[in-house]
């Protein structure tokens, strides 16, 4: 059997969704398809939560966008006013959760809510290749992925998921079973998810536990790129990647792959083939053991929207390992993630994601043993496989705030 996951941006319209349909058709063997939240609705959730959480006004306009997003959807696939039941319950329980007083926990809410987004995409999808002949089972990955309850970033329960898998992916009178990405839940089965693109986890989890031959993504490009198309010209394709390399790119923050995703499959040697649903019949990328050095050319890898604290002891002291010890547990606690670190004589410098940071709460618990400054609106870059030309065209023209460099890696922290 194989497991194919489709991201957002393969299911954004009724054509995105035919699509999908047609690749799918092409396919006899045994399939676990893994599909996301449609276009962006992870992002219209995201602020439906909060919204929900702090009580404001617009929460039934936030929903109302939701509903009609998917409405739209369903009336091209289905016909004007068809709206499947099962499409029409996910609305009803959205709408009766927002109905509720929120608890006091954001995480906790937060998975409750945005994890609609792909409830609604698999329920359509689902439906769609039914009525069009393509006979499949919807399944609820809540009802298999089991987890802690570390909400908004759950730890994969392996034993309970194996089980729940293997009684629920049976193929036994089923060929094609279609589930969520990104969500799970608790032995108390509140909904948990796995973190932000969490999908591709998703697909890497059932493909171990089922031991699969394979798992595609399938992507709105042709594989792994050298860089992103968007931030770059002349960008080439990588044909083949090994499970490493692959650690190091997503570690570093290349988007196409989610940095979970590869430890699953290479403990049990499964590939990782990256296509494309607007040209499925091409190769793409895959990634697997490879025993050999294999030629690469400079990989780039931008992460931006970053801001730059730097510690510095009041007393003038060194940075000790007390110092670190201190702020990486205070970091780990709070569930701040950190992009780089780097250490001086009398400063540590941390990089965190903008979005993340909660600046007056950072202050106030660290003030009162370092002299806190920052930069923010930074972008890292990060090159594998680079070579001194390659960095000396990159840093022109741009300030530097930070750089680290190792033998296959260049990392450079810059304003541009």
């Known amino acids: 059997m194989k497991v194919f996951k489709f991201g957002g941006a393969s299911v954004k319209d009724p054509a995105a969704v035919r699509n999908l349909a047609k690749i799918i058709s092409g396919y006899n063997e045994d399939l676990v398809v893994v599909i996301s939240a449609m276009g962006k609705t992870t992002d219209l959730l995201e602020t439906l939560a909060k919204a929900y959480f702090e009580r404001k006004d617009n929460i039934q306009d ?64 689902s439906e769609f290749l039914n009525k069009e002949g393509k006979t499949n089972r919807w399944v609820d990955a809540r009802t298999v992925i089991r987890t802690d309850d570390m909400y908004r970033d759950a ?13 629920t992916f049976k193929f036994n009178g089923h060929n094609l079973y279609i589930t969520q990405g990104f969500i799970g839940s608790t032995p108390a089965n509140l ?27 399938w992507k709105d490009v042709p594989g792994v790129l050298s860089a992103d198309p968007k931030k770059m010209e002349g960008t080439t394709k990588i044909d083949l990647l090994s499970y490493r390399e692959a650690v190091e790119m997503t570690h570093s923050g290349a988007k196409i792959i989610h940095p979970k995703t590869m430890k699953p499959l290479h403990n ?34 931008f992460r931006e929207n970053l801001v ?22 205070f970091l780990a606690e709070n569930r ?20 993340d940071a909660d600046w007056d709460w950072l202050m106030d618990e660290l003030s009162p043993y370092y002299t806190i400054r920052y930069n923010t609106g930074l972008t890292l870059i990060t090159i594998r496989h680079y070579t001194e030309e390659v960095l000396d065209w990159m840093v022109k023209e741009k300030d530097i705030y930070l750089e680290q460099h190792s033998r296959l890696t260049a990392r450079m922290l810059v304003k541009e």
């Open 191 to 217: 909904t948990t998810t796995l973190g932000r693109e969490g999908s591709d986890f998703t697909a890497a989890i059932i493909g171990n536990v089922l031991n699969a031959e394979s798992v595609s993504f």
């Open 336 to 355: 701040v993630k950190v992009t780089l670190m780097q250490q001086s004589a009398i400063d540590l410098n941390l990089v965190l994601d903008a979005k």
């Open 62 to 125: 936030i929903f109302s966008q939701f509903k009609n997003y998917h409405t739209d959807i369903c009336n091209d696939l289905f016909g004007a006013g068809n709206i499947p039941p099962i499409v029409s319950e996910q609305f009803d329980e959205l709408l009766e959760k927002l109905d509720k007083k929120p608890s006091l926990d954001f995480n906790f809410e937060y998975d409750q809510i945005v994890s609609f987004g792909e409830l609604t995409s698999t329920c359509i999808v």
């Open 155 to 167: 730890t994969i329960d392996w034993v309970l998921t194996e089980e729940f898998c293997k009684e």
């Open 268 to 301: 049990k040697q499964i590939p990782l083939y990256v296509k494309s649903f607007l040209a499925p019949d091409n190769s793409g990328t895959v990634i697997h053991e490879i025993d050999h050095k294999i030629l690469l050319p400079p990989i780039f890898i």
């Open 308 to 329: 730059l604290i730097t510690l510095s002891p009041k007393d003038f002291s060194f940075i000790s390992i007390e110092d670190i010890e201190r702020v990486v547990n």
